[in-house]
């Protein structure tokens, strides 16, 4: 009888085991896809320095909730938001020290519930920039508007996909050099049992007004945990590589902690 229970009991943690496992490859699959069915906020620090000529340095903590909305039996609405939290010293040149809100963009992806025959999966709709940095070095203090698109390929534990926005001043403070952005992130991402993953990426934005390109190659390795005994989390970690002549920087990490709410919008 000992034998037998025994026997039961560990088939049922490698049962618990497997579906714990099962549901965090899930969760890291969603997390690759920007439109997915999936609440999420993240919380993504980025640590770059070696700013030129002072050797400045800059730590922001991106705050991105995502949140999507069923509009309909065919299509969703995902809401996305990405509030900076700034501090910066000597970014600009003798510029000294800054801390304070950044500016905010809101997003908004319409999207079709179901990919497409082909496997594609894309969201389009409107980008917003709000004015809400706190220092006049943290932000532009302009409005701005334009559109932003995303298209993505899930091909088994592989996923291919582009984001892009472009977003035109239309309101601030006229003393300020107007806003017209490009901004480029094409990004690859492999997942692994237990809800690893790795994903590489590449942000770069073009501002037209001043000609000049800046960005980062980021390389993040990602696990999807448990804490509390109930609420998914992802940690997330990797180099930030500086690319573009108007980026001035030397080098930079990002880590980061994402806090998951798995959403039904059937």
């Known amino acids: 009888m000992k034998i037998k229970g025994l026997i039961f009991f560990t088939m049922l943690l490698l049962a618990t085991v497997a579906y714990g496992q099962s549901e965090a490859d899930e969760l890291a699959k969603q997390l690759q896809n920007p439109v997915a069915s999936l ?3 993240p919380f993504q620090g980025n640590y770059d320095w070696g700013f030129d000529p002072e050797n400045g340095s800059r730590l922001t903590i ?3 909730p995502v949140y999507p ?3 309909s039996e065919d299509w969703n609405l995902i809401l996305r938001v990405i509030m900076p939290v700034i501090s910066q010293t000597d970014v600009y040149g003798d510029s000294g020290n800054q801390f304070g809100l950044g500016d905010a963009v809101v997003s908004g992806f319409f999207s079709p519930k179901e990919p497409t025959a082909g496997g594609l999966i894309w969201g ?7 004015p809400t940095a706190t220092d006049e070095l943290l932000g532009a203090e302009k409005w701005g508007v334009g559109p932003t698109a995303v298209a993505l390929k899930q091909i088994g534990s592989n996923t291919v996909g ?3 926005n472009h977003i035109w001043s239309v309101a601030g403070d006229d003393d300020r050099a107007d806003v017209g952005s490009t901004f480029f992130q094409p990004f690859i991402a492999h997942n692994f049992s237990g809800g690893y993953a790795l994903a590489v990426n590449t942000e770069l934005t073009q501002n037209w007004e001043a ?3 800046a960005g980062f190659i980021n390389i993040v390795g990602s696990k999807v945990i448990t804490i509390g005994g109930s609420q998914m989390a992802q940690l997330l970690f990797g180099p930030r590589i500086p690319y573009g002549g108007a980026n001035n920087a030397d080098f930079g990490i990002r880590a980061g902690l994402v806090l998951l709410f798995p959403a039904s919008t059937n």
């Open 124 to 130: 389009v709709g409107p980008a917003i920039l709000v």
């Open 39 to 41: 609440i999420s906020v």
């Open 211 to 213: 000609d000049a390109t």
């Open 162 to 164: 582009v984001l892009v």
């Open 62 to 64: 991106n705050v991105q």
């Open 69 to 71: 909305m069923s509009l």
